[in-house]
């Protein structure tokens, strides 16, 4: 078996590759294909734990013995991992199991000039270490048979790239975009943001830019995010197809509310609570927010609204405030205090606020961050929770499952709730001893997971509640709980996404694209 592969190229990020990616994946396993999804490198901060599916006989590890790049006995280090949320959902679109081929290369920025680098699911320092132009030298041989592998197994593979595959300045270096295009002989969709305007232009300058053997491989062009009379374009889908020979293959509307996890920005106030607004929920933006895509089920519920905070003014009126995790603690924490929104946080719990930290969130509740290893930073926490937490140089990497014990104030529903989701953290966090032994303790609810505030803390009363555990709003149990309703499940969003494609393509288009 080879798969054929179908690639979504962008003129520009925030094209709409992502989700027409996931789209794809979902029509073709429609069809009874066996379908898996690839994005060769990826440079985001929200990322899943996949299961250690990855062996030897797939061809992705090299032989026995052999040397890695970037050190440790490979078994070892190919016992799982992260990919790119991206990747993990057009995974779960296509009838899969997230696996670490489908994202060889994952880039966690952790300063505008600094990234952590993730190569088949596992941390690499050496690699996070090397200038960046030099790295694709390295990585390209396990991207290669990553890719291969997925083909192997797979009758189609759906490749997203990422950015723009024409920027002259990257092009002797890419391993995302046409490299990988050529390397799989890919059947390539070029989308680009007709909302932006200059789509034409785009959608010219980034074909006219690639080498006559990348051009061949565009097999169409996509209108994405159009508003009004779609008859209106003529005459330029036709000029553009005379000037390229590549035809327009798709016009698709505008749609805000498709329901699938922003990949790369926060969302706003474009998709406003259904119904009345019962409950504003505020999460804060941080500059290094990380995983944020695990709040879209809330934005799905009805009578919630949710608002990305970034001053102590879009806090007002919240009934949560949410720290969300951080790809960064120390220096997102010293952001958060140079914003006002410490106090901001701290005034909320003291007046009877519910205030919920994730991963980071919950690190910076504590009394202090300690860091003898240089990883994330010393600072002391905002002390509403009388924790403390140590980095460490190994990264939890996980997934979890438990059942919440006895909670109290605004929590108290989840108490007995099974959950399940998944930790990626560096740090222990542990009991504060001082305070552990003037008798001042949090109320560990999730053993080594989540704890709550009781009555003699800052946070009183229960209203504060730190946990460890991501994906806690995709669990459908504890949007029951809290909630009472439940959002519209990942499968009806997904085929959501493949009829609004096999509605908008042209007929035919779509099949056409993997036929051998």
């Known amino acids: ?45 929200n990322a ?14 090299p032989p026995e013995g052999a040397d890695l790049p970037w050190g440790g ?46 190569l088949m699911g596992q941390v690499s320092q050496a690699l996070s270490d090397m200038p960046w132009r030099g790295r694709s030298l390295h990585v390209w041989p396990q991207i290669a048979a990553a890719l291969d592998a997925l083909r192997a197994e797979n009758d189609v593979v759906v490749i997203e790239g990422a950015g723009s595959p024409a ?19 890919a059947r390539c969709l070029l989308v680009t943001d007709i909302d932006r305007g200059g ?9 006219a830019l690639l080498p006559a053997d990348e051009q061949t491989l565009i097999r169409g062009f996509v209108l994405n995010k159009f508003r009004g009379d779609a008859s209106l374009l003529a005459p ?27 990949e790369d920005g926060v969302f706003d106030d474009k998709t406003r609570a259904s119904g009345a607004v019962q409950k504003t929920i505020a999460v804060i933006a941080y500059p290094r927010i990380s995983n944020l895509d695990e709040f879209q089920p809330l934005k799905n519920v009805p009578g919630v609204r949710l608002v990305w905070a970034r001053t102590p003014a879009e806090c007002v009126g919240a009934d949560w405030i949410v720290l969300p995790g951080s790809k960064a603690t120390a220096a997102d924490l010293a952001w958060l205090r140079a914003q006002g929104l410490d106090r901001a946080v701290t005034d909320h719990a003291a007046a009877g606020g519910a205030v919920l930290g994730v991963c980071g969130g919950l690190q910076m509740l504590g009394e202090a961050l300690i860091d003898p290893h240089q990883i994330d930073g ?39 709730v099974e959950v399940a989701g998944y930790e990626i953290h560096h740090g222990h966090t542990s009991q504060h001893p001082a305070m552990a032994a003037g008798g001042q303790l949090a109320v560990e609810v999730l053993p080594g997971l989540a704890w709550q505030s009781d009555n003699g803390a800052k946070g009183g009363k229960g209203h504060v509640l730190g946990v460890y555990l991501h994906g806690l709003f995709e669990d459908p149990r504890v949007l029951q709980a809290l909630f009472g309703a439940a959002a519209p499940t990942l499968d009806s969003v997904f085929d959501g996404l493949a009829d609004f494609i096999e509605t908008h393509f042209e007929v035919g288009v779509l099949d056409q694209l993997v036929k051998p």
């Not at 790119?84 to 696996?99: T, V």
């Open 1 to 45: 078996m080879t798969a054929v592969c179908v690639m979504v190229l962008g003129t520009t990020s925030g094209a709409g590759k992502s989700w027409v990616t996931t789209a794809l994946c979902r029509y073709y396993a429609r069809q009874g294909l066996k379908v898996a999804p690839f994005k060769a490198q990826n440079m985001s901060n």
């Open 48 to 61: 899943r734990v996949v299961a250690p599916t990855l062996r030897r006989s797939r061809g992705s590890l």
């Open 73 to 118: 006995p490979a078994e070892d280090r190919f016992s799982g991992g992260e990919i790119g949320s991206a990747q993990y959902f057009q995974a779960l679109a296509a009838n899969a199991e997230p696996d670490v081929r489908m994202n060889p290369l994952l880039l966690k920025p952790e300063a505008d000039t600094r990234s952590q680098v993730v």
């Open 167 to 185: 920027e002259i300045n990257l092009h002797a270096s890419d391993i995302v975009n046409m490299r990988v295009a050529r390397h799989a002989q």
């Open 199 to 207: 789509a034409f232009a785009h959608l010219y300058g980034t074909w």
């Open 236 to 262: 330029a889908p036709q000029m553009l197809q005379d000037l390229t020979g590549v035809p327009t293959v798709a016009t698709l509307p505008m749609w805000w509310q498709h329901g699938l996890p922003e």
């Open 378 to 416: 010393n600072a002391p926490g905002l002390g509403l929770l009388p924790l403390v937490t140590q980095f460490e140089l190994q990264k939890t990497v996980r997934h979890a499952q438990s059942r919440f014990g006895t909670l109290s104030g605004p929590w108290a529903a989840l108490s007995g």
